[in-house]
């Protein structure tokens, strides 16, 4: 099986320079492997304790941030090497001064996962949520590399639970820690009888409440809110844009800022088209002149804010629920408001629990969207008792950075003391 996994390694590598002419975010991911391991080998110190953190791309790498940060602050003398997989991540976090090294991760050949290894010799690994690669799984294990998936989240329809799956279960079994979501991902461990692990939760609840009690100055925002009663619309695609223009149209007493998930020119111009009837103004031009009384939409076309945002509006809409799956929720719900999501909402356990509680809303199409955004703009008392229900779940759902920290600290105290006891 390794054989047909190195074979599907070396296909992958070949397909995305295929696309790469023909693709931006391909011709980024060659680009910002060019010259990868020399560029490594320059920075790298031969005798610098490293303390390796991976992320596939923002969301995972915002998700692991409180872990970084809280180790940085908790270990000052290691240094950490930060890789993404995606250039989504990469390019927006590469100068991220919370870690020492940020690179691309290498493509999973056996060649260059011993190379990466030589070079950082990591004393601890930690991959955030997911990405199970198994070169890098089988030679950390071969080191004896401590490797632990954090925020890690399971579903029965994974490949690892399917019948014909037995060597990707083994190669799960060189992970030295699992630290999990939920108890459904626990019981699916235990099911293919992988017992290393612990529920600790989600540590992207400890991040957006750390951004939650920031104070933050957005002049232009707070111009164009003007006391009106504002939805903040994050992270959305084009099935959910169709459907925020229409209610715009309805209800003429509210406005929208609104954060696409793409925000190449493309899009943007796509959008100010579609929105054209309610003077769109995009955020970017807003240093240059006021906001437009008439304007009833901002169009937030810079990357790195909308976590902010969210506190600006009575009602969020968070995109991403027509298509592969909902983005963000408790970076909404933490500041207290109601949170509406699309149909494809199932592998999201925040989702579920946010529907459970109040503090959610799922929609399948315009007519149920109306319904919904009428009663919360309507009905004020029901849209607070919403909000506090958001909140309240996000802030019950808090600590996993800390018992991630507690869990990591145990093995490099073991190492410390075992490097002690050899130099005795």
Request: with cysteine; aromatic share 16%; hydrophobic share 40%.
């Amino acid at each position: 099986m390794r054989l047909f996994y190195n074979i599907f390694i070396y296909g992958y590598g070949f397909l995305i320079r295929l696309a790469a002419p023909f693709y931006g975010p391909a011709r980024q991911w060659i680009a910002g492997r060019k010259n990868l391991f020399s560029d490594m080998e320059k920075v790298v110190g031969k005798h610098e304790d490293v303390v390796w953190f991976h992320a596939a791309s923002l969301g995972e790498f915002e998700q692991g941030r409180p872990v970084i940060e809280a180790f940085r602050e908790t270990f000052p003398r290691y240094k950490i090497l930060l890789t993404f997989f995606s250039p989504s991540g990469y390019e927006l976090r590469k100068n991220y001064d919370g870690a020492d090294y940020v690179f691309y991760l290498p493509l999973d050949k056996p060649r260059n996962v011993r190379r990466f290894i030589q070079i950082f010799r990591p004393k601890l690994a930690v991959f955030i949520k997911y990405e199970y690669w198994y070169n890098f799984i089988q030679e950390l294990s071969k080191n004896k590399i401590p490797l632990f998936f954090i925020s890690a989240i399971f579903r029965k329809e994974q490949y690892f639970f399917k019948p014909w799956a037995r060597w990707f279960r083994h190669q799960l079994q060189k992970v030295t820690w699992f630290m999990v979501q939920d108890k459904t991902s626990s019981d699916l461990l235990n099911s293919i009888h992988i017992y290393h692990h612990q529920i600790i939760g989600d540590t992207r609840f400890d991040r957006v409440l750390k951004i939650a009690r920031e104070e933050v100055d957005f002049p232009v925002i707070q111009q164009f809110v003007n006391h009106s009663d504002v939805m903040v619309c994050g992270s959305t695609w084009p099935a959910g844009e169709d459907i925020l223009s229409a209610y715009l149209k309805q209800n003429q007493k509210i406005k929208m800022i609104l954060a696409p998930h793409k925000i190449d020119a493309e899009h943007i111009q796509e959008i100010r088209k579609k929105f054209n009837a309610f003077h769109p103004v995009l955020y970017s031009e807003t240093g240059k002149a006021p906001v437009d009384e008439k304007s009833r939409i901002l169009i937030i076309d810079t990357l790195g804010i909308l976590s902010y945002l969210y506190r600006f509006g009575q009602v969020a809409y968070v995109g991403g629920g027509f298509g592969s799956g909902i983005h963000n929720l408790p970076e909404a719900a933490v500041y207290g408001v109601p949170v509406i999501f699309g149909p494809h909402y199932k592998p999201f356990r925040e989702a579920h629990d946010l529907l459970k509680n109040g503090g959610g809303f799922t929609i399948q199409d315009k007519k149920s969207f109306f319904a919904v955004a009428d009663r919360l703009f309507q009905q004020p008392d029901f849209r607070i008792q919403a909000g506090q229900a958001a909140k309240q779940y996000v802030e019950k759902e808090a600590g996993a950075t800390f018992q991630t920290i507690e869990k990591i600290k145990e093995y490099l105290v073991a190492q410390q003391k075992e490097k002690l006891s050899r130099n005795l």
